[in-house]
């Protein structure tokens, strides 16, 4: 994401320079206008932009949405003959909405990007903590000097976290700090301000190092991972209960009561109220959206981090053959393909008049889109998705088959006796067969027990991306050479602390399955289910009207037929076909939406994820909502009086 920023910031310089008139004095005004915040933001993201560039981008994004605003004002003027007498003021208050709340969206989150990426990038950072931790409490237990210890951790983390620390050792290389002590205090200090339980937990690792007895020593460093471990737990459970009103208020604004009102859109003329597709369109489609998604934004910014879902190269075996763009091209053909017998039927007559009694020739279009991300997610993602869920199975699996070798090892075996044995213990896991290939370059390659693991070839842990398993072999690996009863101990100890990270990770996840549930199923069965009845509803609404002839009610508010294209969108009489298309459209926005709520308050602000969740949810919302549309509409529509 940032360098997409970077290149729309290189593009809006390069393009829209003239918004700003002279670049030179915009760019000192700029550089004066911008507050300390958004410079530490900018320093701290890494961006290679300048603040100017950020306004000007702003400035730029701005003016294209108030472009795209205005030729749609354009056209749905042309609907109403640009006549402002048929065009109606909720039509025009419509507009102006729209109108103004596009530039103004895109003027605040492109502003304001670098400050929500800093924050962002420090609230994954938090989620690093109970990893980071354990690392350098892990190697304390084993070698109980600060300084190596804070270089093992960021040697073995490649998290946001661990880039820190990597940074905080570079400092002290240099002499930016006098002593390790004064850099640990800098890093609290720098943290405590988003982690009140690290910054005391690292205070706590400081003075264990300086405990004169083992025991102690050891006490103090499991008293500062309890710390952290209880912090996490507890800002996570504070959050999950601070949810229910946010999830309410989606629930009933975004889903109930907007599909619900739908059935009473053919009765508004009734009481007055005419509304047109227009109407329809620009509050379902885009402004209830729009007020959804910064919503949803605002609460996702509240969560707090927990733990981070291991990141997978693009060089990856099992993902290296994905080629995105060729997904991206197939899926785009396939939907083009399935959405262009929409069109056909649509404007078509005859073709029109044959189908509109089976169902709404618009739902091609629906499919469409369904088949284009559908195809998309799952063929681009899904192999990621594979691969992380290996290492998390893997993960699962580690702690206990620590158990066997660090008590074989704590016999006084030696490290391939140990490995055979957990190998013979674990078969049929994959851990089972790390170990029994460790145990393989060990006997028969004759390697060192580094390079058992290690290899770049031949090594078993080479295609295992788990920061965690391959840091705990390198302790392991550093361990044996010191002493092999302590770093038997050691792997025991271990293999505690990390049941301690997975029961602390399962309750988190426990605590938000109910509510991630609810939202996802929300958004793939119960939302399409709710507008398909609803459609249904109103068409049985729609037909009762007509019969009764209230006033001209037959060229009013029913879902009547289509006079002319310009009179069906811009008028009262609203198409079955076009009105089941809008309210298509706000089902497939709410998956969208929904799916990342759902995503971000149970993984967080992760891609392969949401895309691949996104992939199995919109094709199903789409099929059940076509099918319950068919099916409520033949039905209401045959219990209608004749």
């Not at 530490?40 to 981008?57: H, I, K, N, R, S």
């Not at 895309?611 to 094709?619: D, H, I, K, N, T």
Request: aromatic letters at 10%; hydrophobic letters at 50%; glycine letters at 8%.
């Amino acid at each position: 994401m940032t360098a997409w920023f970077e290149r729309l910031c290189d593009m809006a310089t390069t393009r829209f320079a003239w918004l700003a008139g002279d670049l030179d004095t915009f760019e000192s005004r700029a550089r004066g206008a911008v507050s300390d915040e958004f410079v530490e933001a900018l320093a701290f993201t890494g961006m290679d932009v300048e603040p100017y560039q950020v306004m000007l981008c702003s400035y730029a994004g701005a003016f294209l949405a108030a472009l795209a605003a205005l030729l749609l004002d354009i056209g749905v003027f042309a609907m109403y003959g640009f006549s402002l007498d048929a065009m109606g003021g909720l039509t025009l208050v419509l507009l102006v909405a729209v109108t103004l709340g596009l530039p103004l969206a895109a003027l605040h989150l492109l502003s304001e990007y670098p400050k929500s990426r800093a924050r962002r990038m420090k609230v994954h950072s938090l989620g690093d903590i109970p990893e980071v931790l354990s690392y350098i409490v892990m190697y304390l237990k084993l070698v109980p000097t600060m300084e190596d210890g804070l270089r093992f951790a960021a040697r073995e983390s490649s998290t946001s976290l661990g880039r820190d620390l990597r940074k905080l050792m570079w400092d002290l290389e240099i002499r930016v700090h006098a002593s390790v002590d004064d850099a640990v205090t800098t890093f609290a200090d720098r943290w405590g301000a988003w982690s009140d339980h690290l910054k005391r937990a690292l205070h706590l690792v400081r003075s264990a190092v300086r405990e004169r007895s083992e025991d102690a020593r050891v006490m103090t460093l499991n008293r500062s991972l309890d710390l952290v471990m209880e912090g996490t737990r507890r800002s996570m459970t504070s959050f999950a209960q601070r949810l229910h009103q946010p999830t309410l208020v989606i629930y009933s604004i975004g889903v109930m009561i907007p599909l619900a009102l739908i059935a009473m859109m053919p009765a508004a003329s009734l009481v007055g109220l005419h509304l047109s597709l227009v109407h329809i369109f620009l509050l379902y489609d885009i402004l209830l959206p729009m007020a959804l998604f910064v919503y949803i934004r605002r609460v996702l910014l509240s969560r707090p981090a927990t733990f981070n879902p291991a990141s997978i190269p693009d060089d990856h075996p099992d993902v290296a053959d994905v080629d995105r763009r060729m997904w991206l091209t197939v899926a785009a053909v396939a939907g083009l393909a399935i959405a262009l017998p929409a069109i056909l039927f649509s404007f078509t007559p005859a073709m029109q008049g044959w189908l509109k009694e089976v169902f709404p020739a618009t739902l091609f279009l629906l499919w469409g889109v369904a088949a284009f991300v559908g195809l998309y997610c799952l063929g681009a993602y899904r192999p990621y998705k594979k691969v992380r869920d290996d290492i998390r199975m893997m993960e699962q699996e580690f702690a206990d088959s620590l158990y066997v070798v660090g008590k074989r090892i704590t016999e006084g075996r030696p490290a391939e006796d140990a490995f055979q044995h957990a190998a013979r213990t674990l078969e049929g896991s994959e851990m089972g067969s790390i170990f029994a290939r460790t145990a393989f370059n060990l006997t028969g390659m004759r390697t060192s027990l580094h390079d058992a693991f290690f290899d770049a070839e031949h090594g078993s842990l080479r295609n295992v991306h788990s920061d965690r398993i391959r840091a705990v072999m390198r302790l392991f690996v550093e361990g044996v050479q010191k002493s092999h009863a302590a770093a038997g101990n050691a792997i025991v100890n271990i293999a505690e602390h990390l049941k301690e990270l997975q029961d602390v990770e399962g309750g988190i996840r426990r605590s938000l399955g109910t509510l991630t549930s609810t939202l996802r199923s929300t958004a793939t069965v119960f939302a399409p289910l709710i507008a398909g009845v609803t459609l249904g509803i109103t068409r049985l609404i729609s037909i009762v009207l007509e019969g009764m002839n209230l006033g001209g009610m037959s060229d009013g508010g029913a879902l009547g037929g289509l006079p002319g294209l310009s009179a069906g969108i811009g008028s009262d009489v609203v198409h079955p076909n076009f009105f089941v298309l809008v309210v298509g459209i706000y089902v497939i926005e709410l998956v969208f939406l929904l799916i990342r709520f759902a995503n971000g308050i149970d993984e967080g602000d992760d891609r392969v994820e949401y895309m691949y969740r996104l992939g199995v949810a919109l094709p199903v919302a789409v099929a059940f909502f076509s099918l319950v549309t068919v099916m409520a509409m033949a039905l209401f529509g045959a219990l209608a009086p004749g």
